[in-house]
């Protein structure tokens, strides 16, 4: 027997009043708190709380031994050798990356994903094999070991490696950053400067150039800081010679293999504060130029396709 339209809205009057009693943003911003509430908990587990690890031990025997630490002949040798190798691999990225990216979005041509494809190989490729491909080119019994001996050349085991070896997991910082910038600009004002007699080096110099200088100094900023930290490749090509192949990195670990973890996380905290210095520079640079955060976003709309 069917029930009347009336029997069945006094029937369910109750839970509709129920449901008008609750507050639908109610359970949104418990979701919300405690969505924030995981995400503050994870950073605080693996951001602030190994952070804080770091400069209370290097500050555990005082600010002498901490000074002590750092100011130690090698780890000035490994200081200084850091900022060699960074002063080396970072221009020549800088160039290598404003080419190609240039060549990326201002051209169409065959091969340019493919292009693209390379540029994004140090990512998919493992460090430590990155430098193992130096030592078996480059190595006594590499491709090229006869005649590097024969002609007294060192480039495993030496600064050049080094360098090559930072260079190589750095490239594509500088382009990666600067393909998605130049994307969002188009190509009109350089099409305007050229039409308006222009040559190619002044288009590059007053157009292109003050357009995407805070993307270039984005990405100059983040392979600064991958070139100073880089370990595994750096580690398979130096030899770990004491004072004169090891950079930051390598003198953490040996000093930490010594048991000296004082001094250990006394350079660590170095590079610490160099991250955090590089946090604070790319949070200036995206609130400087708020066309970082639109290319940011394409170019992850671009790597979802």
């Not at 029937?11 to 449901?19: F, T």
């Not at 140090?122 to 590097?148: D, E, K, M, N």
Request: aromatic share 12%; with cysteine.
């Amino acid at each position: 027997m069917m029930e009347s339209p009336t029997v069945l809205r006094d029937y369910n009057a109750p839970a509709a009043r129920s449901l008008r009693e609750r507050d639908p943003a109610r359970g949104v911003r418990w979701g919300r708190f405690a969505l924030i509430a995981v995400a503050l908990t994870f950073m605080a587990a693996f951001l602030f709380l190994p952070l804080l690890v770091v400069f209370t031990q290097a500050l555990a025997k005082g600010a002498g031994a901490y000074l002590a630490a750092v100011s130690d002949p090698m780890a000035w040798a490994a200081i200084k050798l850091t900022l060699m190798v960074a002063a080396i691999a970072v221009p020549m990225n800088l160039v290598f990356g404003v080419v190609s990216a240039w060549t990326i979005t201002k051209f169409q041509f065959r091969g340019k994903s493919t292009l693209i494809t390379l540029i994004d190989l140090p990512f998919a490729v493992s460090p430590v094999i990155a430098g193992l491909t130096y030592i078996l080119i480059f190595g006594a019994h590499g491709w090229f070991g006869a005649y590097l001996q024969a002609h007294d050349i060192r480039i495993v085991f030496a600064v050049p490696g080094i360098v090559l070896a930072t260079i190589f997991v750095t490239f594509p910082f500088v382009a990666r950053e600067l393909i998605p910038v130049m994307q969002a600009q188009g190509k009109d004002d350089e099409e305007t400067a050229l039409s308006l007699g222009a040559n190619g080096w002044q288009v590059f110099w007053h157009v292109t150039l003050p357009n995407i200088r805070w993307g270039l100094l984005y990405g100059v900023l983040l392979c600064n800081a991958r070139a100073m930290g880089e370990f595994g490749a750096v580690s398979v090509v130096s030899g770990h010679i004491r004072g004169l192949t090891n950079t930051m990195p390598l003198h953490v670990e040996i000093l930490y293999n010594e048991y000296n973890y004082a001094a250990a996380f006394a350079v660590a905290s170095l590079l610490a504060l160099l991250a955090l210095l590089t946090l604070a520079g790319k949070s200036f640079l995206e609130w400087r130029q708020p066309e970082l955060r639109h290319g940011a976003r394409l170019k992850r709309r671009n790597s979802e396709k």
